[in-house]
């Protein structure tokens, strides 16, 4: 199946600063990209869906200005966590679609793990 | 909440026998997939069926789907000790998917 790669895949910051997260589709192009958090234990909740080109549309309650997703090219999405605070803490996981060859199925890349001090 | 509920919430069995997970889900949909998760990893697609499929088999997984009942259940058949992880049923609306909570199965050697 297709590959989706994050980067980096663990990352400790402290509380203020920014961090930027890649989601790579490593050999398909992906004109949708998705980004979900998940909290320790609990299940996956749909962020964020990142559109090619154009701005990405948040789910309800998700902030906007504090996770901003650029997604510039057919194979790179990105989620920048501004001004983290430790309940920013969790397991960011990105998904993309390969709607060239017709697949229905979202490829899910190995997750971030995000720990805010 | 679009998220689905799972149950049970914890699934604690012995090698060999089977597992069932339950999910329900509250809109219509396009389809339902089922995904594993082994802990602090990505997700694992196992199986999708369509919203006119009414049950699939995948190996030892067999998924059925009510769409009237808005339910689907997962079957893990002779488990195995690998199969330890969380799974989670992702309903299809349009272009998202949303995730249920979740079971998480332990299989006891």
């Known amino acids: 199946g297709a590959v989706v790669s994050q980067h980096p895949s663990r990352v400790i910051c402290k509380s203020g600063t920014s961090v930027k997260i890649e989601c790579r589709s490593l050999?398909?192009?992906?004109?949708?990209m998705f980004w979900y958090r998940q909290f320790p234990k609990q299940s996956l909740m749909l962020m964020a869906t990142s559109n090619e080109g154009s701005k990405a549309t948040y789910e309800q309650g998700v902030e906007k200005d504090k996770f901003l997703i650029n997604h510039a090219s057919l194979t790179l999405s990105t989620l920048t966590v501004t001004s983290a605070h430790p309940e920013d803490s969790s397991f960011y996981i990105c998904s993309a679609r390969d709607w060239v060859s017709g697949s229905n199925e979202q490829f899910f890349g190995p997750g971030t793990r995000l720990t805010v001090l | 909440s679009q998220q689905g509920e799972e149950d049970p919430q914890a699934l604690s069995i012995q090698e060999g026998e089977n597992a069932t997970m339950n999910c329900s889900y509250k809109t219509s949909i396009n389809n339902l997939q089922w995904y594993r998760q082994n802990s602090g990893r990505g997700l694992v697609h196992l199986i999708l069926?369509?919203?006119?499929?009414r049950e699939k088999h995948s190996g030892r997984l067999r998924v059925t789907l009510d769409t009237s009942k808005k339910s689907s259940s997962l079957l893990i058949t002779a488990s195995r000790a690998a199969d330890t992880a969380s799974y989670f049923c992702?309903?299809?609306?349009?272009?998202?998917?949303?995730f249920g909570t979740g079971t998480s199965l332990t299989v006891i050697p």
């Open positions: 992702a309903t299809e609306r349009g272009n998202q998917f949303y």
């Open positions: 050999d398909f192009q992906a004109t949708t």
């Open positions: 069926i369509r919203s006119n499929e």
